[in-house]
């Protein structure tokens, strides 16, 4: 006995998912590019940057004195802790609040000294998503708040926001067209797991700030950390001026 082939028929919407699905893999990784490349719009701009790599170099933070002063300056600060010269970079850490003191979590030599923020409000400090760069011995990272579970192990950290870069991309709340511009400064983790620490060398918008960093810096994660009264001093270099008193400080060291 002869068997007849049997015919199988293809709804017409699965044929056409079908038909267009060789395109739709074509274009992917076209637009996957487009999400994470940038483009400066102040193709002028510079930053001031230092590399530090926390498995051969020391990166610490400084908020008060052991007689419980604030040491309040990079002068005064570089002044007490820097007579060997072991400091390599130093620059103002994250946002503080009216009574100078850290405005969320800020941990040093492994003490808690102001617990973690999650409170909304106005200011650079609340624009989402908020983050905090840590260390764990010779362990650097950048985590956002929504994704901080525990202090546990921290050595030093402090809080700030908002987070510039997450996993690469540019926080989308960031845009080209934005027209507010200051100095800015940040702390950022590169492909290679080193930090990197930067400035703007004049006023610019986040946008732009986060795209040299990801462009020119291969920085993947990134925090913003403050703005207008931002120094950093880099060893062989001056100690720069301050106008307003800082309260965290970061300083990078000779191990």
């Not at 076209?30 to 102040?42: E, F, G, V």
């Not at 986060?210 to 950093?232: E, F, H, P, W």
């Given at each position: 006995?002869?068997?007849?082939?049997?015919?199988?028929?293809?709804?017409?919407?699965?044929?056409?998912?079908?038909?267009?699905?060789?395109?739709?893999?074509?274009?992917?990784?076209?637009?996957?590019?487009?999400?994470?490349?940038?483009?400066?719009?102040?193709?002028?701009?510079?930053?001031?940057?230092?590399?530090?790599?926390?498995?051969?170099?020391?990166?610490?933070?400084?908020?008060?004195?052991?007689?419980?002063?604030?040491?309040?300056?990079?002068?005064?600060?570089?002044?007490?802790?820097?007579?060997?010269?072991?400091?390599?970079?130093?620059?103002?850490?994250?946002?503080?609040?009216?009574?100078?003191?850290?405005?969320?979590?800020?941990?040093?030599?492994?003490?808690?000294?102001?617990?973690?923020?999650?409170?909304?409000?106005?200011?650079?400090?609340?624009?989402?998503?908020?983050?905090?760069?840590?260390?764990?011995?010779?362990?650097?990272?950048?985590?956002?708040?929504?994704?901080?579970?525990?202090?546990?192990?921290?050595?030093?950290?402090?809080?700030?926001?908002?987070?510039?870069?997450?996993?690469?991309?540019?926080?989308?709340?960031?845009?080209?067209?934005?027209?507010?511009?200051?100095?800015r400064n940040g702390v950022g983790i590169n492909a290679q797991g080193k930090v990197v620490f930067m400035q703007s060398a004049r006023e610019t918008n986040f946008y732009d700030f986060a795209c040299y960093a990801k462009s020119r810096l291969n920085v993947q994660q990134m925090l913003?950390?403050?703005?207008?009264?931002?120094?950093?001093?880099?060893?062989?270099?001056?100690?720069?001026?301050?106008?307003?008193?800082?309260?965290?400080?970061?300083?990078?060291?000779?191990?």
């Amino acid at each position: 006995m002869k068997t007849r082939p049997v015919k199988t028929r293809t709804s017409k919407p699965v044929a056409r998912l079908l038909k267009s699905l060789p395109l739709a893999l074509a274009i992917m990784p076209a637009l996957a590019a487009a999400q994470t490349s940038c483009q400066l719009t102040d193709a002028t701009l510079t930053l001031q940057s230092y590399t530090a790599d926390p498995h051969q170099e020391r990166i610490a933070m400084y908020w008060r004195k052991p007689d419980g002063k604030d040491y309040g300056s990079l002068r005064a600060l570089l002044s007490t802790i820097n007579g060997d010269g072991r400091v390599r970079m130093a620059m103002n850490g994250g946002i503080y609040d009216k009574t100078y003191a850290p405005l969320g979590l800020y941990i040093e030599k492994g003490q808690q000294k102001v617990a973690v923020n999650r409170a909304s409000g106005g200011g650079n400090f609340f624009i989402k998503p908020g983050g905090v760069f840590y260390l764990r011995g010779e362990q650097a990272g950048i985590v956002s708040l929504d994704k901080l579970k525990s202090t546990k192990g921290m050595d030093y950290a402090v809080q700030s926001g908002p987070m510039l870069i997450e996993n690469g991309v540019i926080n989308w709340r960031l845009k080209p067209s934005a027209t507010s511009r200051k100095l800015r400064n940040g702390v950022g983790i590169n492909a290679q797991g080193k930090v990197v620490f930067m400035q703007s060398a004049r006023e610019t918008n986040f946008y732009d700030f986060a795209c040299y960093a990801k462009s020119r810096l291969n920085v993947q994660q990134m925090l913003y950390l403050d703005g207008t009264i931002s120094k950093m001093y880099q060893q062989g270099g001056s100690v720069p001026w301050q106008y307003y008193p800082f309260v965290s400080m970061i300083t990078v060291e000779k191990r």
